[in-house]
C-alpha cells in the first residue's frame, strides 16, 4: 500500500506539471524516434543502419516512448528531426519537426508513468536496505523534487534511465541475497538494459566486477570454513561474469550492433563524448572545464540546490499553508545527502564484502562517480540520476536512525516489562525444550507471557 501510495503521487505529480512545462526541442527527437519499436521487428532494416539517429542514442528510452504511443493510440510517426541548427526560429515548427499538442501530451504522460514506477523502486531499494520509514523517505523526496517533476513532465528518456537503476540496485541485492545463477543473469540483464537507456549502467557491471575479484582474492588468501569458501568463489564467479552478461543483453536490444557488436559498440560510445564536447562548443555558458568545475557546478546549480530542490517545493507548501514567508535554504538538499554518506559507508562496513547491502552502496557510488567524472556539458537533465542516488543514500540514513531509535524505545519497554514475577521467577526451571521457544519470542513479551503460563500450568 505504501508503494502503491508513492506511485499515485508521484505520478499525479508529474501529470499536473504537462500542461505547464515549457517545450524542449529534445522531446521533438524522442518522440521522432519512436518508430524504432516497430522496427525492431526488422532488426536489418533501414532504421538500423550506421547513420546519425541510430548511432546517437541507445534505443531503449525510444522503445518505450514507442509503446506509450502505441497504447494511447498516437502515431508512431509525429514528427520529422529537429534540426538544432536553426535554433528557436521559425523553421522547425514550418518544416513539421515540431510535434502537435497531442502527440507532445501523450509522449509526456508515458515519461510521467515511467516516473512514477522510478520512484517506486526507490522506494523497494531503501525499504529492503533499512526499512518501510527509509524507504518512504526516498521515494517521497524524489516524488517531489522539483528536476524529477520536471523532467517527468517531458517527453525525454532520463525517466527510463532512472528506472532502469532502480532495477539494477533491486537485482543487485536479490542477487547477493540468494546467489543463484537466475538472480545472477537477471542482474546482468538488468545492467544491459540500463545500459540500452543510457551507456553509464552499462558500466557498473565493471564495477560489479570488481567486488566478485575481491571475494576471489578472499577465497584464494583467507582461510574461511569450508561452507564460507563455497558461498565467496560462488558469489565470485557470478558477479565477475556480470559484464559478460551485460553486454550480450545490451547488444541484443539494439539491432544496429548486430553486425559488429565490438567496433560499433565503441563509435558509439565515442559518438556519445563528441557529442557532450559539441553541446559545449555550441553553448559555452553550460561547457564544463574540470573537476573542480564540476563539483563547483554541482554547488552552485539551481537545479540541484534551487527552487527545484524538495526542501523548497516543502517550505512552498508550508507558506501556502500558513500563510507565512518562509525562504529556502540553498544547497539544503545536498548538505543533507552529503550527511548521509556515511550512513550509506557504514551499514556497507556492518553487513559486509558478501552482503546485498555492499554491492548495492558501491553501485550507488559508483554511478555518482561516473555522472560527475563523464560530465562536460551542463545540461540540467544530467543531474537527474545524482538526485535519484542522493535520495535514497538520504532514506538509508533516515532508515538507520528510525531503526536505531526504534530498538532504543523496545528495550526500554521490554526493561519495563522484566521484573515481573512470572518472567525472572519461572526462567530457569522451564525446560530445555521451551527454552529454546522463549528465545525466539523474546523480542515480543506478549508470547514470552504466553508461553511462561503456558509452562506453569504444564507443571502444575
Avoid at 185 to 192: A, K, N, R, T
Avoid at 346 to 367: C, D, K, Q
Amino acid at each position: 500500500m505504501v508503494a502503491l501510495a508513492m506511485f499515485v503521487m508521484a505520478f499525479a505529480a508529474n501529470l499536473d506539471h504537462i500542461d505547464g512545462t515549457a517545450f524542449h526541442p529534445d522531446e521533438s527527437r524522442w518522440l521522432n524516434r519512436a518508430y524504432f519499436v516497430d522496427a525492431i521487428t526488422d532488426p536489418y532494416g533501414f532504421v538500423w543502419q550506421d547513420y546519425y539517429l541510430t548511432r546517437g542514442q541507445p534505443p531503449l528510452g525510444s522503445y518505450v516512448i514507442g509503446l506509450g504511443q502505441l497504447v494511447q493510440g498516437t502515431s508512431l510517426n509525429p514528427n520529422l528531426v529537429w534540426d538544432f541548427f536553426y535554433g528557436a526560429s521559425n523553421w522547425n515548427q514550418i518544416s513539421g519537426a515540431a510535434p502537435d499538442e497531442e502527440n507532445l501530451e501523450s509522449g509526456r504522460r508515458t515519461s510521467a508513468f515511467i516516473g512514477a514506477l522510478a520512484v517506486v523502486t526507490a522506494y523497494y531499494i531503501t525499504r529492503r536496505m533499512t526499512n518501510r520509514l527509509g524507504g518512504f523517505a526516498a521515494a517521497f523526496l524524489i516524488a517531489w523534487n522539483g528536476l524529477s517533476i520536471r523532467i517527468g513532465s517531458q517527453a525525454l528518456s532520463d525517466q527510463t534511465l532512472l528506472l532502469t537503476l532502480g532495477l539494477v540496485f533491486l537485482a543487485a541485492f536479490q542477487m547477493m541475497k540468494r546467489p543463484t545463477w537466475p538472480c545472477a543473469i537477471v542482474l546482468g540483464i538488468c545492467f544491459g538494459l540500463g545500459g540500452s537507456a543510457k551507456l553509464t549502467p552499462l558500466l557498473l557491471s565493471l564495477a560489479a566486477a570488481g567486488i566478485g575479484g575481491l571475494l576471489l582474492i578472499r577465497f584464494l588468501v583467507i582461510r574461511l570454513s569450508p561452507q564460507q569458501r563455497k558461498l565467496d568463489r560462488s558469489i565470485a564467479i557470478k558477479l565477475i561474469l556480470q559484464p559478460v552478461i551485460a553486454f550480450v543483453a545490451f547488444v541484443a536490444t539494439y539491432p544496429y550492433l548486430w553486425s559488429d557488436p565490438i567496433r560499433r559498440s565503441w563509435n558509439l560510445y565515442n559518438f556519445r563524448i563528441n557529442e557532450m564536447d559539441s553541446q559545449g562548443r555550441a553553448f559555452p555558458s553550460a561547457k564544463v572545464n574540470g573537476f573542480q568545475d564540476v563539483f563547483n557546478r554541482i554547488n552552485n546549480n539551481g537545479n540541484l540546490g534551487g527552487m527545484q530542490q524538495t526542501s523548497a517545493r516543502v517550505i512552498d507548501w508550508f507558506n501556502s499553508l500558513t500563510g507565512r514567508e518562509y525562504g529556502y535554504v540553498l544547497g539544503l538538499d545536498l548538505l543533507i545527502a552529503a550527511a548521509s554518506l556515511p550512513f550509506v559507508l557504514l551499514i556497507a562496513m556492518r553487513y559486509g564484502l558478501r552482503s546485498p547491502h555492499f554491492l548495492v552502496s558501491t553501485l550507488l557510488g559508483a554511478e555518482a562517480a561516473l555522472i560527475v567524472l563523464g560530465l562536460r556539458s551542463d545540461l540540467y537533465r544530467y543531474y537527474l540520476p545524482l538526485v535519484f542516488i542522493m535520495f535514497i543514500c538520504v532514506g538509508i540514513m533516515v532508515g538507520m536512525v528510525s531503526g536505531w531509535l526504534g530498538r532504543k524505545v523496545a528495550s526500554l519497554f521490554h526493561r519495563r516489562q522484566d521484573p515481573l514475577p512470572f518472567d525472572r521467577a519461572h526462567r530457569t526451571s522451564v525446560p530445555t525444550r521451551l527454552n529454546s521457544r522463549v528465545a525466539r519470542y523474546r523480542r515480543s513479551p506478549t508470547r514470552l507471557i504466553v508461553i511462561h503460563r503456558g509452562t506453569n500450568r504444564a507443571r502444575a
